[in-house]
Nanobody
Framework: QVQLVESGGGLVQAGGSLRLSCAAS????????MGWYRQAPGNQRELVAT???????NYAESVKGRFTISRDNAKNTMYLQMNSLKPEDTAVYYC????????????????WGQGTQVTVSS
């Protein structure tokens, strides 16, 4: 089992910055991909960014150049630095940790945090 706890959300004006944290605990040796997703009201949950155990990064087109994903393995913590925030970035942001084999996500090793609200005012 893996437990994920997000923090760092809040209210910020457009153009501002926030840094989200995801503290992980439990059997992290089973995990090879971590990521951030978000869900705005009325929308489906969407990918924001992922980072693999090998350090490969992937970003949604809408956040490229503005958001940076990183992790501190010693602290078992993942971060999302969000700069130049826009009102359309408003959503609940979720931390995800999973094990994949190729493109297949192993459902018994797919974990989610409880989410943290990010609100960007115009």
């Amino acid at each position: 089992q893996v437990q994920l706890v997000e923090s760092g959300g809040g209210l910020v004006q457009a153009g501002g910055s926030l840094r989200l944290s995801c503290a992980a605990s439990g059997s992290m040796s089973s995990i090879n991909v971590m990521g951030w997703y978000r869900q705005a009201p009325g929308n489906q949950r969407e990918l924001v960014a992922t980072i693999t155990s090998g350090g490969s990064l992937n970003y949604a087109e809408s956040v490229k150049g503005r958001f940076t994903i990183s992790r501190d393995n010693a602290k078992n913590t993942m971060y999302l630095q969000m700069n130049s925030l826009k009102p359309e970035d408003t959503a609940v942001y979720y931390c995800n940790a999973r094990r994949t084999v190729g493109t297949l996500v192993l459902s018994r090793y797919n974990y989610w945090g409880q989410g943290t609200q990010v609100t960007v005012s115009s």
